[in-house]
C-alpha cells in the first residue's frame, strides 16, 4: 500500500514551515506567494513530490500561500502527495499551549487546512503530537468521518513511539501509515537505542524501545524531520570540536561521492533499510536542489559507519 501513495522516486518531503513570510509577521503578501510557487516547481522539477504540512506553520501562512499557488496553478495539485498536521494549539485566550485530539477541534483543523490550500481533500493527516486526554474512541469517530467525507485519505502520526502507536490503532478501522520523528545525523536516539542494547550506555538513550521495528513490521512510513539538523554540518557555524570534525568529513565525502554535503548527510538517514523519509525545509532553491542529489547516492557500509563513530565521537560499542 505504502509504495502506491508513495512512489519510488519520493524519497525526500518538502517540509512546508518555512512559507508564508516566517513566524513573526502576521499576513502574508505576493512576494511570499512568489517564493512558494517557485520553491513548490523547484522540488517537483526536483524529484520530489511529497509536500509536509501543518496547520501551526507560520499561524497558518505557509498552507495560506501554498494554497494561493494551487489555485493559481491547480495542475500542480496532481503531481503532488499533500499532508498536513493538526493538534498542537498555541497559547491563546483560552488556556496555554496544549494538544488537542477532541473532535471539535481535529475536525475544526482539517476544515481549515482544507480551506487555506484550495484543495478538497488531504493525502495523509497526521496528529502533530500525543495528547495525553486523547479519547480513542472519539478520535477514531472523527477521523472515520472524515474519510467518509473525502476531506482525508490517510491517517498518519508525529512524535510517537510504537506502545501509542498500537494503542491508536485499536480504535481505528484503518492503518496508522506514517509516524514523522526527529531523525538525523545529529539525533541518533533512535539508532542509539538498538545500538547500545544490553549494555549501561542504554540507560541514557531515552527512546522508547521497538518503534523502529514496530513500524518496519506494521507498514508504517518513518519521516525524519530536522533531518538536516538546522545545517550543522552543511554550513552552518560549528559549535564543537565535535562537529567540526564531522562537518569536515561530511566535506571530503561529499568530494568523493561528487555530491553536495546536504545530500551526504540525507544518505546517511536513506541508508537504513528501513527506507526512511528525509523532510527538509529549506526555502532556499541551490539548496533544495542540492538535497535532491541524496535521491542518486547510496553511502557505502563503511562511510556510513565512519560518519556514525565521527558524530558519536567514539566507535561502536
Known sequence: MLKTIFPQASNLIYGCMGLGGGWESSRYDSSHINQAEEVIET????GIRVFDHADIYTHGKAEAVFGEVLKKKPSLRDKMILQSKCAIRFKDDLGPKRYDFSTEWIRSSVEHSLRRLHTEQLDILLLHRPDPLMQPEQLADVI????????????????????????LETALNMPVIVNQLEMSLAHRDWLEDGLTT??????????????????????????AWGSLAQGR??????????????????????ENYSTSAEAII??????HPIGIQPVVGTTNIHRIRACAQ???????R??????LETARGQEVP
Open 294 to 300: 541524496a535521491n542518486n547516492l547510496t553511502l557505502s
Open 198 to 223: 544490553g549494555s549501561k550506555l542504554n540507560r541514557h538513550v531515552g527512546y522508547a524501545p521497538g518503534t523502529l521495528e514496530y513500524c518496519w513490521t506494521h507498514n508504517v512510513q518513518l519521516q
Open 302 to 307: 563503511e562511510d556510513w559507519y565512519l560518519l
Open 144 to 167: 472515520s468521518q472524515l474519510i467518509s467525507e473525502g476531506k482525508i485519505a490517510h491517517i498518519g502520526v508525529s512524535n510517537m513511539h510504537a506502545h501509542q502507536i498500537a494503542f
Open 266 to 271: 540525507l544518505a546517511w538517514l536513506m541508508r
Open 43 to 46: 522540488a517537483i522539477d526536483s
Open 233 to 254: 554540518f552543511s554550513g552552518r557555524p560549528t559549535q564543537s570540536t565535535q562537529d567540526e570534525v564531522t562537518t569536515a568529513l561530511v566535506r571530503q565525502l561529499a
